[in-house]
C-alpha cells in the first residue's frame, strides 16, 4: 500500500503561481493530479510516467502548469502558473504500481490518492 501526501496548497492571487508536491510513501509508476472545485465533479489536471518523458495536461492548464517527478525522493510536482480564479479546487495527487510507459488521464487508472491540498486564487 503506497500513502500520498500533498502539500504547497494555498491562497495566491490570479496570475501567480504555486509549487505543489506529492510525496510516496514507496515506489510508484504513473503520477497525477486531479482536482475537485465545490460542486463539480473530480477532473483530470496532470500526469506523468514513470520515467518523466511522457507528460499529458487538461486542455485547461496547458501552457500554464508543469509536472515533474524526482524518483530518488518519490515525490512529484505540479509547478502552477498564471492561476485564474476557476482554477480554485482541492487538488489531489494520484499513482498507479504498474504501467511504465503509461500517463493517464481517467481517474480509475490509478490506485492511490492523496487526501488533497485546498488552491485558492483570489481575483
Not at 505543489?20 to 489536471?45: D, H, I, N
Not at 476557476?86 to 495527487?93: G, M
Not at 494520484?94 to 493517464?104: L, M, N, Q
Amino acid at each position: 500500500q503506497v500513502q500520498l501526501v500533498e502539500s504547497g496548497g494555498g491562497l495566491v492571487q490570479a496570475g501567480g503561481s504555486l509549487r505543489l508536491s506529492c510525496a510516496a510513501s514507496g515506489r510508484t509508476y504513473a503520477m497525477g493530479w486531479f482536482r475537485q472545485a465545490p460542486g463539480k465533479e473530480r477532473e483530470f489536471v496532470a500526469a506523468i510516467n514513470r520515467s518523466g518523458v511522457r507528460t499529458n495536461f487538461a486542455d485547461s492548464v496547458k501552457g500554464r502548469f508543469t509536472i515533474s517527478r524526482d524518483n530518488a525522493k518519490n515525490t512529484v510536482y505540479l509547478h502552477a502558473n498564471s492561476l485564474k480564479s476557476e482554477d480554485t479546487a482541492v487538488y489531489y495527487c494520484a499513482a498507479r504500481s504498474s504501467g511504465y510507459f503509461d500517463a493517464p488521464q481517467a481517474h480509475q487508472s490509478y490506485e492511490y490518492w492523496g487526501q488533497g491540498t485546498q488552491v485558492t486564487v483570489s481575483s
